[in-house]
């Protein structure tokens, strides 16, 4: 099993640059998570799907960031455009069934930074 | 606000068993106590999770007392590679968020 797989693992970019960050989640995982770390507030929930479906994207941080699930193994996070402060570490997530408490399975992550 | 409260950090030697305590006074009933740990420039890992009862796997042993306040996750044997941050988190079974607080450091030692 290959894991959940994000990729790249290093963006550099400039601001006012658009960045995509892709993620395959674990094959037959339904619900899928994007997260944010950075030093100041730790690890955030971005957005959630579930069936490919976002159920909750109220920790996206504003109109700059969109995320897509248009199908059940890939997965994109958008930001357009990107400011120095958009500089993290993002991680995608994934976990199977219905029932939430089946644990979370985390990528490697993609170390974004806005110069 | 956070429901559980955690040290910052915490050494222990290899070979040992590192103890590390969670308290969570405000757990309520339906609430699991999850385990998760980072090591340095990797994704969060899931270590245990429990209700009530104390739960063993091949990585570590969760003991949640009576009362469910307060719960402890053992290491039984740490060695270097157990270097991380974990983090304990409490929810509810229906519940998709994980809430990561700052988590304790643990550093095994040689």
């Known amino acids: 099993d290959a894991g959940v797989i994000q990729s790249p693992r290093h963006e550099v970019t400039e601001m006012g640059q658009e960045v995509t960050l892709r993620c395959k989640p674990i094959?037959?995982?339904?619900?899928l998570f994007w997260y944010r770390q950075t030093m100041m507030r730790g690890l955030e929930l971005l957005i959630y799907f579930n069936n490919n479906v976002p159920i909750d994207d109220s920790g996206m941080p504003e109109d700059r960031f969109s995320a897509k699930m248009p199908n059940a193994s890939f997965s994109t996070l958008k930001i357009q455009p990107s400011e120095p402060r958009d500089s993290a570490v993002y991680f995608c997530a994934s976990s199977s069934g219905q029932v939430s408490y089946n644990e979370q399975f985390f990528g490697p992550g993609t170390r974004l930074t806005v110069l | 606000d956070a429901k559980t409260t955690q040290p910052t950090s915490m050494d222990c030697a290899e070979g040992r068993a590192a103890n590390l305590p969670c308290n969570h006074s405000?757990?309520?009933?339906?609430?699991?106590v999850y385990w998760y740990r980072q090591i340095h420039s990797q994704g969060p890992q899931y270590i245990i999770h429990?209700?009530?009862n104390n739960e063993t796997n091949e990585m570590a042993s969760l003991i949640i007392t009576e009362d469910r306040k307060s719960s402890t996750l053992i290491l039984p044997h740490a060695t270097l590679r157990d270097t991380a941050v974990y983090y304990c988190?409490?929810?509810?079974?229906?519940?998709?968020?994980?809430?990561f607080g700052a988590g304790t450091t643990v550093t095994v030692r040689a």
């Open positions: 094959s037959g995982h339904n619900s």
């Open positions: 429990g209700l009530k």
């Open positions: 405000t757990i309520s009933g339906n609430e699991y």
């Open positions: 988190i409490v929810r509810v079974a229906e519940d998709y968020k994980l809430s």
